[in-house]
């Protein structure tokens, strides 16, 4: 894959806009930098304003039992990913999740002019540079104990050194139920359905996801949305089991993450695992020319399938580091069209992340 300098004067996300208008208030949040970026954009510390942003639960399996449950390469090879369909209904794209211009940087040093790969629509496989190799995952789960579903998830840059990033229709059920996914089990890394797992495999301890979705993310049984106001908060975070007195983050360092920043181009990671994919593989997608979608998110050319879903979006991704800023995560997929979309991550997906990361 071909690396490319970062263009210039792309248009920033609407959503960004908002940030001169939004009124922030509550304790502020520590952990996040507040440093200029190289652009000459001067983000602040935003602060917490809700104690009700979201739904914050432990789950009910130890790690021991998920480690047991996903011990049978069956099982995981039986997985599926989560189809959900981008509505055709000419919506206009949407506030979002208000803008903080709050960032935190990757693990790694991150280059000052960082090489991406330009635009990719026709999904390639992911090369795993850097950082690349270790904090891109699969996110196994069920909802009842029976039927299992497969999601991709990032490992971000946190205090606790233990959070990962991913759709939150990848953690609840989307038919009014409010019902929350069990036994979740990440790979980082993850090759051929887990069979090969370079950097272990992590069962989760607790989740947040937003409110907003569980109340207004609604689908039909054939995955098309009926209800799009819940999806503009398509994203949730969770934490995962300490192992061998080490964090995920010791183990596989971690991806910057921003809570609504000024973005020149994208690249989207994941696992696509429909037709012509088979979830064995990691692939990725990038653009140089997105768009605000429906959601107050991205939305670009990517052939990328279901199994994807969860799936980091990064901002400065540079291609030989593998370090990048987390802005938001594949929600939706138009695979006639041929387009991918996500939420964009601001003032509730920084309520929630703090909450987790500091709880």
């Known amino acids: 894959m071909r690396a490319w300098g970062r263009p210039r004067g792309q248009a920033v996300l609407a959503a960004v806009v908002a940030l001169t208008t939004a009124a922030l208030s509550g304790c502020a949040v520590s952990n996040i930098d507040a440093s200029s970026s190289d652009n ?149 890394g993850d090759r051929d359905n887990g069979r090969e797992t370079p950097y272990g495999t992590w069962a989760a301890t607790e989740m947040v996801v937003p409110q907003q979705f569980i109340d207004g993310a609604i689908t039909d049984d054939s995955g098309m949305l009926t209800s799009e106001e819940g999806w503009n908060y398509d994203f949730a975070f969770i934490k995962l089991e300490e192992q061998n007195g080490q964090t995920i983050q010791e183990v596989t360092g971690a991806q910057g993450i921003a809570f609504g920043v000024p973005v020149d181009y994208l690249t989207q990671v994941g696992y696509p695992s429909a037709a012509p994919y088979d979830g064995t593989e990691e692939y990725m997608c990038a653009s140089t020319q997105f768009q605000s979608n429906w959601q107050g998110g991205y939305a670009h050319s990517c052939t990328m399938t279901q199994g994807s879903s969860g799936g980091g979006w990064l901002s400065d991704y540079d291609a030989t580091t593998g370090t990048g800023y987390l802005v938001g995560v594949t929600s939706t997929v138009d695979e006639i069209r041929g387009t991918a979309n996500t939420p964009v991550l601001g003032q509730t997906a920084l309520d929630l992340y703090t909450d987790l990361d500091e709880g």
């Open 40 to 188: 000459g954009y001067s983000p602040f510390l935003p602060e917490v304003h809700s104690d009700d942003s979201g739904l914050r639960q432990e789950f009910e399996a130890t790690p021991q039992e998920s480690h047991e449950f996903w011990s049978d390469p069956e099982r995981r090879d039986n997985a599926e990913g989560m189809d959900y369909q981008t509505p055709d209904n000419g919506l206009p794209p949407g506030p979002g999740d208000p803008a903080t211009g709050a960032y935190l940087s990757a693990t790694e040093a991150m280059p000052a002019d960082p090489q991406g790969y330009g635009d990719v629509s026709d999904a390639e496989v992911f090369d795993r540079a850097g950082l690349g190799a270790s904090t891109f995952g699969r996110l196994y789960f069920t909802f009842d104990g029976g039927d299992t579903y497969v999601c991709s998830a990032t490992v971000v840059n946190s205090t606790s050194g233990s959070i990962i990033a991913t759709a939150a229709h990848c953690a609840a059920q989307t038919d009014g139920s409010g019902q929350l996914a069990q036994s979740m089990y990440f790979i980082p």
